[in-house]
DNA sequence: CTAGTTAGTTGACAAAGTCAAATAATTGAC
DNA sequence: GTCAATTATTTGACTTTGTCAACTAACTAG
């Protein structure tokens, strides 16, 4: 159940700062608007770093105080008088570990009591700040917040799965390029048609062991695709090669291609020709790489403008 | 150039409180992050509150006090030290207002230096936190910081535009639709050939003025559609009416199926029918509103599960 | 001209946070 | 086993940060 991502950027004007920039500006409003979501744990006599240690006591009961510093990063003597005063007023108990230089901590009941009044309060009052949205704004926000969350942390994305095609992926698959295309070119109607003619008769004519056609996805989300086809017993056809900017640079493209040349080889053909534009300069970089070479060049007028096309070949 | 939004949350479970944990989990680990991010602007002898104060004088001169205090929230009185010790130091000049209670702030030379000096700073430490994500993540991230500070600064999203199809439009609908379904119901490949049958159907047979397809967009994302198709002289047929979650609830769906009731009186068809299935809880109420009536109940396996159809009428 | 407001400042504090030194327990080398 | 080095936590002595209320000077409306 793969999907899309077609926000794209284009190719030709990716500005340097963008992400930069974007990050500092909502840094600026993220902090205000944090805020605004109260100090800490609103109501409470809590201050915000109070409440965090409280957090952090009760989700990893029993915790060491060397652990809260470290997540935290608040400083030890710091933690330490907040930690005796959590004790005095009987929200905390403090035991002794296997190692007698720790000095566990748990809640009491009282401070299991105070923890989720407090929590119930929190999330009561984040809710109210979204109650403006809409659910599918919430799930869309949701869902951005997690993947920021996992970006920034640094959580590495699993390189994408490579896998052959199954029935619901045409339609994305056409979509996307349409898409982008349109986006980054400027490339008409014409291209589109193309396109969804491609990915149509393909799903149609589709002769197993002939011709494949292989999908990256990503939890989820199309990455890339490349068609193999049939153009004659002898001359196999590599068409619609596409890497979607969020995976490029990562060798996903050469993957793809790699793999159709591999099952050309293996399927009998003879040669393996394709058919792209000379601004597409990645995937001609993948083309030249592995072989193939330029058999003619002409200048075509179909997608909207004047784009130089190329022929390209390859002997298996 | 539409694109679509195809991480829908399915109908059935949206967590409730999902959008609430989410945020309230970010903000954890935001709070985390921008601290990493340094204290204010890095390697500077300024605190945080310093540098935003200074930021606020630097892209607002000449600035009054009372506006850094309602922007940043911060206490009068501090700000007033503040700002006499950024004087002391010669980065900032006060004038005299046309008000002569307002103290106009500027930046000296020195002071915007000095801003210049930590702006690329921070710049360059943000860019390099960035460094670790492909240009593809950075534009993601970029473009989803940018929604969420929106949503949460409760900039209302515009309305959804309504307009007629453009030939862009068939590939994205279908992709949305099959997704959608496919997710949210588990409804399989007859579905997605169903859908991709109906509009490339309408395309190949558009019959101007007896048929339309109308298209919600916004922001270049596609938000719904609804096709009004000719089933003979004096019948017309509503087909593929959808609202992407992120815009359910503003009214989109009755509008769309408004439109298709008005072009059918328009164009002199006496009736208008249309199928749809007992799962779709809320385009069926739509139609009980303006007036439809159930005519025939069937179930059918053809979605790879039972599923409750209905075939619906309207007297024009 | 006067009462009420507004922008900004000041004094007197309280809260928050830091740093280095101290204590108590553990580990590892011999 | 002993002892130096290390680790987890605490304590004392601070500085910085932030708050509150009272105050001054300037403006506004009647």
């Given at each position: 159940m793969p999907s899309v991502n077609l926000h794209l950027p284009d190719d030709h004007a990716p500005a340097p700062h963008a992400a930069t920039d974007a990050l500092r500006r909502f840094n600026r409003f993220y902090t205000r608007f944090a805020g605004v979501l109260g100090p800490g744990y609103m109501g409470s006599e809590l201050s915000l770093i109070e409440a965090?240690?409280?957090?952090?006591?009760?989700?990893?009961?029993?915790v060491v105080s060397k652990r809260i510093v470290e997540t935290l990063s608040v400083d030890p003597g710091y933690l330490s008088r907040i930690l005796r005063r959590f004790t005095q007023l009987g929200w905390i108990a403090r035991t002794r570990g296997a190692d007698a230089r720790e000095h566990p901590i748990r809640l009491t009941a009282a401070g299991e009591a105070l923890f989720s009044q407090l929590d119930?309060?929190?999330a009561a009052s984040t809710s109210a700040t979204l109650a403006h949205l809409s659910p599918g704004e919430q799930a869309g926000l949701a869902e951005r917040l997690a993947w920021i969350e996992a970006r920034l942390a640094g959580v590495p994305l699993p390189p994408p799965a490579v896998r052959p095609w199954r029935p619901g992926d045409m339609g994305l698959i056409t979509a996307q390029q349409a898409v982008y295309y349109r986006n980054a070119y400027g490339w008409g109607d014409a291209m589109e048609v193309l396109i969804g003619e491609i990915t149509s008769r393909f799903v149609r004519d589709f002769h197993a062991g002939r011709e494949q056609c292989w999908v990256a996805e990503r939890h989820g989300?199309?990455?890339?695709?490349?068609?193999l086809v049939a153009e004659s017993d002898e001359v196999a056809r590599l068409r619609l090669l596409y890497v979607d900017a969020a995976a490029r640079g990562h060798g996903l493209g050469r993957d793809l291609v790699g793999r159709c040349i591999a099952f050309a080889r293996e399927a009998g053909y003879a040669e393996l020709v394709l058919w792209t534009?000379?601004?597409?300069?990645?995937a001609r970089a993948i083309y030249a790489d592995y072989g193939f070479t330029i058999e003619k060049v002409e200048t075509h007028d179909e997608f909207g403008k004047?784009?130089?096309s190329e022929h390209w070949r390859l002997a298996l």
């Open positions: 965090r240690i409280l957090y952090e006591i009760a989700t990893g009961q029993p119930r309060t929190t989300e199309l990455l890339g695709s490349v068609f534009h000379t601004v597409l300069a990645s004047p784009e130089q």
